[in-house]
């Protein structure tokens, strides 16, 4: 029977480049228990690397490792946050901070799956700094940041 009480530690992984969402849960003796793939689709290649290479973290220490793997031109390929993000309605108002039209905002939240609640919380930070380099452009409300998906423009 399974134990939901169960204490895990979560790293969620990000890449930099693709639009691929993993995570990793591991049990308190740094023993893999689970790998989700919440975003993105593998391709042959990302399975050669993962799977047929040595670099599936089935151990905690080498999740660990993730966050420094680099490509050929030197860039960080992974973002690897530890503990399962806070993905609920709140941690999004909270982190957007203008806090405007919620009914509306609550349902758009509603209706997006955790890889995207993931990449729409996570962009928040880089948009303000958009909107601080760029004076005059006013921040838009949240509800319109969810429904145009924001995150997804290109800076």
């Known amino acids: 029977m399974a ?15 693709r ?3 993993w995570v990793f849960k591991y049990h308190l003796n740094g023993v893999l228990k689970s790998f989700e793939v919440l975003d993105g689709i593998m391709e042959p290649k990302q ?8 670099n599936f973290p089935y151990m905690e220490a080498t999740a ?8 050929k031109e030197k860039q960080l390929v992974f973002d690897v946050a530890v503990g399962l993000p806070l993905l609920t309605f709140q941690a999004f108002w909270d982190a957007y901070g203008h806090k405007r039209k919620i ?10 799956n955790d890889a995207t609640k993931l990449k729409a919380i996570d ?4 948009y303000n700094n958009y909107l601080r ?6 921040k838009c409300n949240p509800d319109t940041y969810l429904h145009q998906r924001q995150w997804e423009d290109e800076e």
């Open 47 to 54: 399975i050669n690397w993962l799977f047929n290479n040595g």
């Open 123 to 126: 962009y928040i930070s880089r």
């Open 133 to 138: 380099n760029h004076n005059g452009i006013a």
């Open 103 to 112: 009914t509306r905002s609550k349902l758009l939240w509603a209706k997006l």
């Open 64 to 71: 660990k490792e993730l966050s420094k793997i680099r490509n």
């Open 19 to 21: 639009p691929d969402v």
């Open 3 to 17: 134990n939901n009480n169960e204490q895990l530690t979560t790293y969620t992984v990000k890449a930099k480049h």
